[in-house]
């Protein structure tokens, strides 16, 4: 499918904001706090392999002369590799579920809960119910819309210099020489680049794992946890609140994020992920987390054999 045809598409969401008035354009941003830049899967036999688009690099989004169209087509670029690092990640906790309603683990069970704490930093007893709740906690899913606003933000709508030259959305830093792009602000004596990705969905996952594992972002997990035990929705404007320590700006930048969460109507992205992955089986989970056309997880099109919740 063509980058125009998916622009096309995913005019809808724009709609109701561009006739209100004029649309929201912030000023780029690189926030405080930063990630690895290793993007990595997690170690689970059964999850499916990578599709090829996941590799695909960035587009010229610097050719769009008109506002609502480089939206749109930066919104439908970006959307079907947060369905996909979101749809691996709820197989990986699908698994976690699985081992902890289980009375004994095997050695393989414990290696890959041993992986999984090493890579979000859990700090417990192995098989313990520490460990459980620890590991529920940080591997989860991040609303589509506060990933759209926050690589919105931070890459200037994917034409900043760190997205066109390192696949870069989300200012993410990394801090071994030639481990990315040196800012040209950097101030004398730090060492800090900006990462390079192979692609936009290892930024993807790597911002996720950022924020499902940093402390800085604890209050994040908190909003999400509660929200969970609450059996509300998660709601990407709720989560902003706990971006305090992503740029210096502190809550003005909340702010921002939330402000063009709210002009942008990215709340309709949130609706459209919980209603594909709502009552998901496991099959069809991991074609999801597997399709084979980008096009495939654009909005209203990525449901399998899901069935609409009431309300």
Not at 40 to 49: F, H, Q, R, Y
Not at 155 to 172: D, E, P, V
């Amino acid at each position: 499918m063509s980058a125009g045809k998916r622009a096309f598409m995913l005019m809808v969401p724009l709609i109701a904001f561009a006739i209100g008035g004029s649309l929201y354009t912030p000023s780029a941003s690189v926030g405080q706090s930063r990630s690895d830049n290793s993007g990595s899967e997690p170690a689970l036999s059964s999850l499916p392999p990578l599709p090829s688009w996941a590799n695909d690099d960035l587009p010229d989004f610097s050719k769009y002369r008109d506002t609502t169209e480089k939206k749109a087509a930066f919104f439908s670029f970006l959307y079907p590799r947060i369905v996909l690092a979101n749809s691996r990640i709820l197989i990986e906790r699908d698994y976690l579920g699985s081992l902890a309603s289980k009375k004994e683990l095997t050695a393989k069970e414990y290696r890959w809960l041993a992986q999984q704490s090493e890579r979000l930093r859990v700090d417990a007893e192995p098989g313990s119910k520490a460990q459980f709740a620890l590991l529920r906690k940080r591997l989860d899913v991040i609303p589509p819309s506060l990933i759209l606003a926050q690589a919105a933000n931070e890459s200037a709508w994917g034409t900043s210099r760190f997205a066109t030259k390192g696949n870069n959305l989300f200012g993410q830093w990394c801090f071994s020489k030639g481990c990315g792009l040196v800012p040209l602000s950097r101030p004398e004596g730090a060492s800090h680049e900006v990462a390079h990705f192979s692609s936009p969905y290892r930024s993807v996952r790597a911002y996720i794992q950022n924020l499902n594992r940093h402390p800085t972002y604890q209050l994040l997990r908190d909003v999400r946890l509660r929200d969970r035990r609450n059996n509300a929705s998660l709601s990407g404007a709720d989560l902003a609140e706990g971006l305090l320590g992503y740029s210096e700006r502190g809550e003005e930048y909340v702010e921002e994020i939330r402000a063009m969460i709210h002009y942008n109507n990215l709340e309709f992205y949130d609706d459209d992920f919980r209603s594909v992955v709502r009552n998901l089986t496991p099959d069809s989970l991991e074609q999801l987390a597997s399709a084979e056309t980008e096009a495939r997880l654009l909005p209203r099109q990525s449901s399998l054999n899901s069935t609409p919740a009431e309300g």
